[in-house]
């Protein structure tokens, strides 16, 4: 049997080559690797010597060589392959094992070639520094392409496996080998999705698109989960291969396992906790809703009112802290429903085993700042639907006051604290805002009034004096008049109604002022 061994990631590398010596296989080797394997004192051939072709454009062209991917791609069986390799005095190659120059790095010592040199096939072009790896991927693919006959190696941890298969019967099973070329073509399949996004990067920016023509996701499963949506779905957390999010740095310190919903609340409710800051606040999430959230002096205050907004809805919700919990907040949070999960930058001393104490089974995890995607994907039959990520592009100070009232100060922070909560509410969604607290939250109705009229119910005259906050328009002055009914101040929309004129009177009647900001946020 014969080996060509060239890689960049060199973990096991040297106990892999003595470990294939020791057993008759014939190791070939270039660039790094071989200088590697060689300085153990394991014999390796070098490649120039099996292909009797040296290395040219500054190792760009190393192993895209007949002798190399003739003796990767000939089928065993057919007979006239075999008398191709004969004629052209070609030796067959039954494994190879071989990582790729991870795309967009800024190291300067590659594989496929000599070290601090280009290596092999790596491009240099309009996407500056970035290198494109030619040969490491077409030898990966020719031995993947032909796994019913080769064993290929893209990742360290699949050496131990591999070598005990071949102590045990000379080779590797077909299951074994199939399992391995899946992997070397996910590989490269997430190496060809790399290069494409930088492309994107560097074209997208000199135009005025925001969406590529194409886009290649190349997912790797990042975390089972206890289960999905239901307990009868299976469940996990993808990220984009070869990258780490903000959930990989996620530690979880008590609980039960994470289940789908678990991650989707605690996201949306970490996010939005994030992006309160930098005072203390809490955000409590409850099926991809806010049921309570607040800013306060202290976090204690947050947490209490917070959940003072709407102590049923939760009832085993997820509980999102800004900044450190107290023992001061825990002592609110052992009177308060029990959560099903508690997220949070840390835990004071003793704070942990208490909550532990009130509920072994809380989730309780440790998180670091929140990072969003750039783009927003949604399933849909037989594809996905994809947008920017949103963001609120206009500030309070770019809001226009369309009423004869004008806010005072307080009641516009009331304001852009109850349409920063709009946006992380389902839409229909009309949110009631006083003194910094979420009193009322009407989310996900088919129309806009019968939101007003849940978000009133649960402020129950607490909103008096605050601010009202819808995500789309009032289409009638009707959304208007309950506001008015649950007692606030200011009321915040987009506007953009054909009937403005008719909703401006109606908030000039009433007294109240009201802000247009000239975007909606609907969330579905």
Same mark, same amino acid.
């Given at each position: 049997?014969?080996?060509?061994?060239?890689?960049?990631?060199?973990?096991?590398?040297?106990?892999?080559?003595?470990?294939?010596?020791?057993? *008759?296989?014939? &190791? /070939?080797?270039? #660039? $790094?690797?071989?200088? !590697?394997?060689? =300085? +153990?004192?394991?014999?390796?051939?070098?490649?120039?010597?099996?292909?009797?072709?040296?290395?040219?454009?500054?190792?760009?062209?190393?192993?895209?060589?007949?002798?190399?991917?003739?003796?990767?791609?000939?089928?065993?069986?057919?007979?006239?392959?075999?008398?191709?390799?004969?004629?052209?005095?070609?030796?067959?190659?039954?494994?190879?094992?071989?990582?790729?120059?991870?795309?967009?790095?800024?190291?300067?010592?590659?594989?496929?070639?000599?070290?601090?040199?280009?290596?092999?096939?790596?491009?240099?072009?309009?996407? *500056?520094?970035? &290198? /494109?790896?030619? #040969? $490491?991927?077409?030898? !990966?693919?020719? =031995? +993947?392409?032909?796994?019913?006959?080769?064993?290929?190696?893209?990742?360290?941890?699949?050496?131990?496996?591999?070598?005990?298969?071949?102590?045990?019967?000379?080779?590797?099973?077909?299951?074994?080998?199939?399992?391995?070329?899946?992997?070397?073509?996910?590989?490269?399949?997430?190496?060809?999705?790399?290069?494409?996004?930088?492309?994107?990067?560097?074209?997208?920016?000199?135009?005025?698109?925001?969406?590529?023509?194409?886009?290649?996701?190349?997912?790797?499963?990042?975390?089972?989960?206890?289960?999905?949506?239901?307990?009868?779905?299976?469940?996990?957390?993808?990220?984009?291969?070869?990258?780490?999010?903000?959930?990989?740095?996620?530690?979880?310190?008590?609980?039960?396992?994470?289940?789908?919903?678990?991650?989707?609340?605690?996201?949306?409710?970490?996010?939005?906790?994030?992006?309160?800051?930098?005072?203390?606040?809490?955000?409590?999430?409850?099926?991809?809703?806010?049921?309570?959230?607040?800013?306060?002096?202290?976090?204690?205050?947050?947490?209490?009112?917070?959940?003072?907004?709407?102590?049923?809805?939760?009832?085993?919700?997820?509980?999102?802290?800004?900044?450190?919990?107290?023992?001061?907040?825990?002592?609110?949070?052992?009177?308060?429903?029990?959560?099903?999960?508690?997220?949070?930058?840390?835990?004071?001393?003793?704070?942990?085993?208490?909550?532990?104490?009130?509920?072994?089974?809380?989730?309780?995890?440790?998180?670091?700042?929140?990072?969003?995607?750039?783009?927003?994907?949604?399933?849909?039959?037989?594809?996905?639907?994809?947008?920017?990520?949103?963001?609120?592009?206009?500030?309070?100070?770019?809001?226009?006051?369309?009423?004869?009232?004008?806010?005072?100060?307080?009641?516009?922070?009331?304001?852009?604290?109850?349409?920063?909560?709009?946006?992380?509410?389902?839409?229909?969604?009309?949110?009631?805002?006083?003194?910094?607290?979420?009193?009322?939250?009407?989310?996900?109705?088919?129309?806009?009034?019968?939101?007003?009229?849940?978000?009133?119910?649960?402020?129950?005259?607490?909103?008096?004096?605050?601010?009202?906050?819808?995500?789309?328009?009032?289409?009638?002055?009707?959304?208007?008049?309950?506001?008015?009914?649950?007692?606030?101040?200011?009321?915040?929309?987009?506007?953009?109604?054909?009937?403005?004129?008719?909703?401006?009177?109606?908030?000039?009647?009433?007294?109240?002022?009201?802000?247009?900001?000239?975007?909606?946020?609907?969330?579905?």
């Amino acid at each position: 049997m014969r080996a060509l061994l060239s890689v960049y990631d060199k973990s096991g590398i040297v106990d892999l080559a003595r470990s294939l010596h020791d057993l *008759g296989i014939e &190791l /070939i080797s270039s #660039g $790094g690797t071989a200088q !590697v394997i060689s =300085a +153990a004192g394991i014999p390796v051939s070098d490649v120039a010597s099996f292909t009797g072709f040296p290395p040219m454009l500054s190792h760009r062209v190393v192993t895209l060589h007949p002798r190399i991917h003739g003796g990767l791609l000939a089928d065993r069986e057919d007979p006239s392959h075999l008398t191709d390799l004969e004629n052209h005095n070609i030796d067959l190659i039954d494994i190879v094992v071989s990582n790729l120059y991870p795309f967009g790095s800024d190291e300067t010592e590659f594989e496929h070639g000599a070290p601090r040199q280009v290596p092999e096939g790596l491009l240099t072009g309009s996407i *500056g520094e970035d &290198l /494109i790896d030619i #040969g $490491g991927p077409t030898l !990966v693919r020719a =031995a +993947a392409k032909n796994h019913r006959f080769v064993t290929v190696l893209v990742d360290p941890g699949d050496y131990p496996e591999v070598l005990a298969e071949l102590v045990q019967s000379g080779n590797t099973t077909s299951r074994t080998r199939q399992r391995l070329a899946r992997k070397a073509f996910a590989l490269t399949a997430t190496y060809d999705a790399a290069i494409v996004a930088s492309f994107d990067e560097e074209l997208l920016g000199r135009t005025n698109e925001v969406l590529p023509p194409t886009l290649h996701l190349a997912l790797e499963r990042a975390q089972d989960l206890r289960y999905g949506e239901n307990p009868h779905q299976q469940g996990a957390r993808y990220r984009v291969a070869g990258t780490s999010t903000w959930w990989d740095r996620v530690r979880q310190l008590s609980g039960l396992d994470l289940s789908y919903l678990n991650l989707f609340d605690a996201d949306a409710a970490w996010r939005l906790a994030s992006d309160l800051g930098p005072g203390p606040a809490v955000a409590i999430m409850k099926h991809g809703n806010p049921c309570g959230v607040a800013v306060a002096e202290s976090l204690l205050t947050a947490y209490s009112n917070a959940f003072a907004c709407d102590p049923r809805s939760a009832f085993g919700g997820i509980v999102a802290c800004n900044q450190t919990v107290d023992l001061a907040t825990v002592e609110a949070m052992e009177e308060a429903a029990q959560a099903d999960l508690v997220i949070a930058p840390g835990y004071e001393e003793g704070v942990l085993e208490r909550l532990i104490a009130k509920r072994k089974n809380t989730r309780i995890l440790v998180a670091d700042t929140a990072e969003t995607s750039p783009f927003h994907l949604r399933p849909l039959s037989g594809g996905f639907l994809v947008q920017e990520a949103y963001n609120l592009a206009k500030a309070p100070n770019d809001w226009t006051v369309v009423t004869e009232r004008q806010p005072t100060h307080t009641e516009l922070a009331d304001a852009a604290l109850a349409w920063r909560i709009c946006g992380s509410t389902s839409s229909n969604a009309i949110v009631l805002v006083r003194d910094q607290t979420a009193w009322g939250i009407g989310a996900g109705q088919q129309n806009r009034v019968e939101s007003g009229q849940l978000a009133s119910a649960k402020a129950a005259g607490r909103a008096q004096g605050g601010a009202c906050a819808s995500d789309a328009f009032y289409p009638f002055r009707d959304g208007i008049e309950a506001a008015a009914a649950a007692g606030v101040a200011v009321v915040v929309q987009p506007g953009g109604s054909v009937r403005d004129d008719e909703v401006i009177a109606a908030a000039n009647e009433l007294g109240i002022a009201m802000l247009f900001t000239g975007e909606r946020q609907f969330r579905h």
